[in-house]
C-alpha cells in the first residue's frame, strides 16, 4: 500500500538542496525551472507521483518535507515537463545505490571521536598521490576500497608522507575507473566504500597526522550515468540542458558536457559541492582537475575561446575557502604556466594556494630519460629548478610521476628509461636522482603511488600496485624516506629545504651536473647544498663553491648501497670549506660523486 504523503503546510522545510534529514524527517528539494510538477517516488511509495508531490518554490525550485522518510531511504525525483515524464536521480545526492540506481538519504551522523587534526604548513607538505582502486586491492575480484587503504596508512606514514591526494572517487558508472567521469558528484563511490568509509579514511589519516586532499572534476561532468543531462527536459541544440552549455561553449576533449558557469544554480552547485568536502567531509584541500577547461573552451590562452564564468567561478571558490578556512589548500592542474592562477584576487589572480607545475615535470623528466648523457640540458633542469609563481616557492607541486605522466601512452619513469627492465642499475639510478630533486628544488613535492617501490609499466586502473615490491626493494623505500626526512628537516640539519630561497649556483653542462643552494633563513642547520650528477662518470674530487666557511656534512648520498646492492657506494665524504671565490662563493670544498647521484650537504646547527 502506498506511503501516505506527510507533508504539510506546517512541515519544517530545512535550507539546502537534495535530500536534507533532520529530527523530524527530511525535507527534498530540487532545481528543475522547466518542469510543470514535481514529485518524490521510490520504493516507499511504490513509485507512485501522486502521494509525495513538491511545492514549487520561486525561480524554478522545488521543495517539500516529509516526516515519514529518513535516512536509508531510496529515491528519485519524477519531473512533469513540457516535453514528458522524467525519472531522475536528485543532482545533489550524497550517497546512490549505484551509478545508474537510486539516490540514497545518507545519514549526516558520523564518529569523528577525537578528530582535532591541524593542516601541516604548506612548506612542510609531503604528498601521496593515490587511486583508491588500485592502491591496495587485497581481494582479487573487486577494486580496493576505503576500508582496505586504511590498512597501508602506517606504510605511509613511516615513509614520512604528511598528505594524502586522492584521485576522484565520485560515483562513476562500473566499478573501474581513473574517476575523471562522474556521473554524481556529490556521493563517494559505491564500490571504494561510499562516504562512510572515506570519512573513516579521513580519521584515520588525521589520526597519523596526515592531511587528505581530494581530486575534484568541474572542467565536464560524465559522460556516462549522468541524470544531469537534460534533466528536467529542456535543451537548445540536442545540448545537456540546464545544468550545461548548450552552444560552443559545451564542447571539452571528454564530450559536449561542460557545466554553465554563467548560470547561477550551476554555479552554486559546484560551490556547495567544493564546501562540502572541506566542511562536511572535513578534508584539508581540493585539487581541481584541468582548470584550464574551466577557463576557456579548448584549455589555451587564446583569448577568442576563454570563459569568463569559468574564471569568475574558481576565484569565488577560492575566496571563500580563504574567508572561512584559510589554512585549506585548493591546487590547481593548468599545466600552462600561468602565475595569475595563483596570484590572490585582489591582485587579479584566481586565488589558488599552489598548482602543478608543467615547467619542472616536463624538462626534468626529458633530461632522466634521455637516453644519452651529451643530450642532456643543464640549463633546462636550472631553470626547472630555480622556477617560481608569484616570487613565491610552495605555488607550485613538483613530481616526476602522477597519474597524467604513467599513463596515456607513457610510462614510470623507470620503465621510461629502460622499458621492460625497470628494475635495472640504470632506471634505479636516474629515477631516484628525480626522486631527491623532486624533494630538494622549492615547491610542495608529490610522489605517486608504487614510485618508492619502484613501481613498473604504466598505471591502470585495473592493475593494482604490487605490494610484494615494497620488501624487494625495501631500500630503495629507506632512499625514499631518507629523503623526505631531510625534506621536512626532522633532524634540524636541512632547513634550508623548508625554505624560499634557492640559488642555483653551479651548471657543468659539459660534464652534466648541477648545484643549487636552499635557504630559509640562512646559516648552520639551514644552509642546504644539493649537488647532482646528470652523468654516467664518478668524480672522486668535485669542487663545488660554498657559502660559508667550517665543516660541511653529507646528509644524503644517493649512491649508497643500502638503497640497493647494486649502487656503488661511492665514497663522498665531509669536507672543511676553503677560502677563496669559486662558483661565486667565497669558499669551496671537494666531494666524491657517483654517477646518476645526488649529495645533500649542509653544516652542524
Known amino acids: ?319 571563500e575557502v580563504r574567508e572561512k578556512m584559510p589554512w585549506k589548500i585548493m591546487i590547481a592542474e593548468d599545466l600552462l604556466g600561468d602565475e595569475f592562477i595563483t596570484r590572490a584576487p585582489e591582485e587579479g589572480g584566481q586565488g589558488f594556494s599552489s598548482q602543478w607545475d608543467a615547467r619542472f615535470v616536463y624538462p626534468i623528466r626529458d633530461a632522466l630519460v634521455t637516453p644519452a648523457d651529451a643530450d642532456r640540458n643543464m640549463h633546462a633542469v636550472a631553470q626547472a629548478v630555480a622556477h617560481a609563481y608569484n616570487h613565491d616557492a610552495f605555488q607550485r607541486v613538483v613530481y616526476t610521476e602522477s597519474h597524467d605522466e604513467v599513463a596515456n601512452g607513457k610510462a614510470r619513469v623507470p620503465e621510461e628509461i629502460m622499458p621492460g627492465a625497470a628494475a635495472s642499475w640504470f632506471p634505479k639510478k636516474r629515477s631516484t636522482l628525480g626522486a631527491a630533486l623532486v624533494l630538494t628544488v622549492p615547491g610542495i613535492p608529490m610522489i605517486f603511488q608504487g614510485q618508492p617501490m619502484l613501481a613498473d609499466g604504466s598505471f591502470s586502473d585495473d592493475r593494482p600496485l604490487n605490494w610484494d615490491r615494497a620488501s624487494e626493494h625495501a631500500g630503495l623505500v629507506r632512499l625514499y624516506h631518507d629523503l623526505i626526512r631531510l625534506r621536512r628537516n626532522l633532524d634540524g640539519h636541512t632547513r634550508g629545504l623548508l625554505g624560499q630561497h634557492v640559488e642555483v649556483h653551479h651548471i657543468n653542462n659539459d660534464d652534466k651536473l648541477l648545484a643549487f643552494i636552499r635557504r630559509d633563513q640562512g646559516g648552520p642547520g639551514d644552509t642546504t647544498v644539493v649537488l647532482c650528477n646528470f652523468a654516467d662518470r664518478a668524480h672522486e674530487n668535485y669542487r663545488l663553491g660554498l657559502p660559508r666557511k667550517g665543516r660541511w656534512r653529507v646528509r644524503f648520498n644517493s649512491d649508497w648501497e643500502g638503497y640497493d646492492q647494486e649502487f656503488g657506494n661511492f665514497e663522498s665524504v665531509d669536507c672543511h670549506a676553503e677560502e677563496g671565490i669559486y662558483d661565486d662563493q667565497p669558499f669551496h670544498g671537494t666531494f666524491g660523486l657517483a654517477p646518476y647521484s645526488v649529495l645533500i650537504i649542509s653544516q652542524e646547527a
Not at 560524465?222 to 541544440?237: A, I, K, T, V
Not at 540542458?241 to 548560470?263: Q, S, V
Not at 578534508?283 to 576557456?296: E, M, P, V, W
Open 1 to 319: 500500500m502506498p506511503t501516505t504523503n506527510t507533508s504539510s503546510p506546517a512541515a519544517p522545510l530545512q535550507g539546502g538542496m537534495g535530500a536534507v534529514p533532520h529530527a523530524r524527517g527530511t525535507t527534498f528539494r530540487v532545481w528543475a525551472p522547466a518542469a510543470t510538477a514535481v514529485a518524490l517516488v521510490g520504493p516507499f511509495n511504490q513509485w507512485n507521483s501522486a502521494t509525495h508531490p513538491l511545492t514549487h518554490e520561486t525561480d524554478g525550485y522545488w521543495a517539500a518535507d516529509f516526516a515519514d522518510l529518513g535516512p536509508g531511504t531510496e529515491y528519485k525525483f519524477r519531473l512533469i515537463t513540457p516535453t514528458g515524464e522524467l525519472t531522475k536521480n536528485d543532482p545533489y545526492a550524497r550517497e546512490v545505490t549505484h551509478s545508474a540506481g537510486n539516490s540514497v538519504v545518507q545519514d549526516p551522523h558520523f564518529d569523528w571521536e577525537d578528530d582535532h587534526f591541524r593542516m601541516p604548513a604548506w612548506n612542510e607538505l609531503v604528498v601521496y598521490e593515490l587511486h583508491v582502486g588500485t592502491f591496495y586491492a587485497p581481494d582479487p575480484s573487486r577494486p580496493g576500497t576505503f576500508y582496505d587503504a586504511i590498512g597501508k596508512l602506517d606504510y605511509l606514514r613511516e615513509l614520512g608522507i604528511n598528505a594524502v591526494e586522492i584521485m576522484p572517487a565520485t560515483e562513476f558508472p562500473g566499478s573501474l575507473s581513473w574517476g575523471y567521469n562522474p556521473a554524481h558528484p556529490f556521493a563517494i563511490e559505491t564500490d571504494y566504500g561510499g562516504a562512510t568509509a572515506f570519512k573513516e579514511f579521513i580519521k584515520q589519516a588525521h589520526r597519523r597526522g596526515m592531511a587528505v586532499v581530494l581530486d575534484v572534476v568541474y572542467n565536464h561532468f560524465g559522460p556516462g550515468d549522468l541524470d544531469l543531462w537534460q534533466f528536467d527536459g529542456w535543451q537548445q541544440n540536442d545540448g545537456g540542458g540546464i545544468y550545461f552549455y548548450n552552444d560552443w561553449r559545451a564542447e571539452t576533449p571528454w564530450g559536449h558536457n561542460r557545466p554553465d558557469y554563467g548560470r547561477e544554480a550551476v554555479r552554486r552547485y559546484i560551490r556547495d559541492n567544493a564546501l562540502m568536502w572541506l566542511e562536511d567531509y572535513r578534508l584539508d584541500g581540493l585539487r581541481c582537475d584541468a582548470i584550464a577547461h574551466i577557463r576557456n573552451v579548448n584549455g589555451t590562452t587564446d583569448p577568442a575561446h576563454d570563459l569568463p564564468d569559468g574564471w569568475n567561478l574558481m576565484k569565488w571558490i577560492n575566496e
